[in-house]
């Protein structure tokens, strides 16, 4: 009976608000507390808003960049070809946990029917959807998503010159399994991987933050050894297409406390506060980017146009123009997320759908959280200045679904999980260790006799107003474990 109790309280917090895309390559899939693996973190979804640049750069700011995937694991990139990620709100909705038990089309684990307009089964506030808090109207205004890719092996390494995009999903984030298009002439990875970065700009509804995520990546089935250009800061170019910058572009950095790379204002087409975005309004086409390699130039608009990159002197050479063809050893595990979801809330034996997501933030000015005294490289600094609360996105019909060849081995779902590593009976079969600390992270199983003890999230930099929603939030959540 108190097992039922003790998982019953811990899933109450399975979900919470925004976004991160899951995948066994990303860094802090296990969660941010060192010799823990946490099946219900959402350590990787927590907004980046006005942070220092050693913060917000690959998500530091909750030590997220300290945790590497196990070693072997890589995000596969087929040249010409595909890959899928699964958008979700917190690991405990994927198929990385409870042997996808709890995972549905959607990115919360719930079940919404309705159109691409008419999102039903959903929470709305002001016209927004905010459970799952998809920070959108409805799917064609979704902002769209983005990766990006440096041809360096160590995160630490990685500067903003490094970081080109390479395709961009329209109209997402949207549902939980996303599929990303990958251009036919990307060239091999140095024999260590790449690193890649999944990067978001909400459309409005909430705080204007921004979201940065690190993976290992890998470029398979390459035939071209032709490296990629250096990429240009993107520039607001709705209304004039003439304008946009062309050939290999950067992520976009905006409102933070430094390293901003562009800037808007004013109302875009629609009539909403202008906000950047990876779509049509900042010059990304939808799916593989095939205009970044060396010999597509990218040039910046004329002086005329409302922005232009700040170039910085960097200490560190750009590896992006130089890329290792390499027969690599480090093979890419395989990996395969749930390709048919839930069509119910799961039923399955001592297990519990998840719960209400945590209240959203609203778009409110707050002081942002102190620097982590360990600090990975930083991208060039920029003197651009924050702006408005973020707009609308163009109308564009979403990705066909992908296919999968295996399904994932996650975690059972009657599984009770300790966080007391230390525990006689939590004896792992292998292990992961967080850079820069000595720390083991078990990954196997804890035996059914332990009890599940639900993460709490870590503070993020929002208003005062989300900090209370939280808080309360967190308060509700021990009621119900007491």
């Given at each position: 009976m108190w097992t039922i109790a003790w998982l019953v309280a811990a899933l109450a917090g399975l979900t919470s608000a925004h976004l991160a895309a899951w995948h066994p390559s990303m860094y802090c899939l296990n969660g941010t507390t060192p010799g823990q693996v946490n099946y219900n973190t959402d350590d990787a979804v927590l907004p980046l808003w006005m942070l220092s640049q050693s913060d917000y750069w690959f998500h530091h700011s909750n030590g997220c960049d300290q945790f590497p995937p196990a070693e072997g694991d890589f995000l596969e990139l087929p040249a010409g070809g595909s890959f899928?990620?699964?958008?979700?709100?917190?690991?405990?909705?994927?198929?990385?946990?409870?042997n996808g038990t709890h995972a549905t089309e959607w990115t919360d684990g719930q079940n919404h029917t309705g159109s691409t307009d008419v999102l039903l089964d959903a929470a709305i506030s002001d016209g927004c959807i905010t459970s799952p808090?998809?920070?959108?109207?409805?799917?064609t205004m979704a902002s769209g998503t983005a990766f990006a890719i440096a041809y360096k092996s160590e995160l630490s390494d990685v500067t903003l010159e490094d970081l080109v995009v390479f395709t961009v999903r329209y109209n997402t984030p949207w549902k939980r399994l996303t599929t990303y298009d990958v251009p036919a002439a990307m060239p091999a990875c140095p024999s260590g991987g790449c690193i890649c970065a999944w990067v978001w700009i909400p459309n409005g509804c909430g705080e204007p933050n921004i979201y940065m995520e690190g993976f290992k990546c890998m470029v398979t089935n390459a035939t071209s050894t032709t490296s990629l250009g250096t990429p240009s800061a993107p520039v607001w170019c709705e209304e004039d297409q003439s304008q946009c910058v062309q050939g290999p572009k950067q992520i976009m950095i905006w409102n933070q406390l430094e390293g901003n790379n562009i800037e808007v204002s004013g109302l875009d087409l629609s009539g909403m506060a202008k906000s950047p975005a990876y779509n049509t309004k900042c010059g990304f086409?939808?799916?593989a980017q095939n205009d970044i390699f060396a010999s597509n130039t990218s040039s910046t608009p004329s002086a005329s146009s409302p922005l232009t990159a700040v170039q910085t002197t960097q200490t560190t050479p750009t590896a992006s123009s130089t890329p290792v063809i390499s027969n690599t050893s480090a093979t890419p595990s395989t990996y395969s997320p749930t390709t048919t979801p839930n069509s119910?809330?799961?039923?399955?034996?001592?297990?519990?759908?998840?719960?209400?997501?945590a209240p959203s933030c609203s778009a409110s000015p707050s002081t942002p959280s102190p620097s982590?005294?360990?600090?990975?490289?930083?991208?060039?600094s920029s003197d651009?200045?924050?702006?408005?609360?973020?707009?609308?996105?163009d109308s564009t019909p979403s990705p066909p679904p992908p296919s999968f060849n295996s399904a994932p081995s996650p975690p059972p779902p009657s599984t009770l999980i300790s966080t007391n590593p230390s525990s006689p009976s939590d004896t792992p079969s292998s292990s992961r260790t967080p850079t820069s600390m000595g720390s083991?992270?078990?990954?196997t199983t804890p035996p059914s006799n332990t009890a599940i003890v639900a993460s709490t999230p870590s503070p993020s930099t929002g208003s005062p107003t989300c900090k209370r929603k939280r808080m309360a939030?967190?308060?509700?959540?021990?009621?119900?474990?007491?």
């Open positions: 899928t990620v699964e958008i979700a709100d917190n690991r405990g909705v994927t198929s990385l946990s409870y808090n998809i920070h959108t109207q409805n799917e086409n939808d799916g119910s809330s799961p039923t399955a034996p001592n297990s519990v759908p998840p719960s209400t997501p982590s005294p360990s600090s990975p490289s930083s991208p060039p651009s200045t924050p702006s408005s609360p973020p707009p609308s996105s083991v992270i078990p990954l939030h967190k308060r509700k959540r021990r009621s119900i474990s007491h």
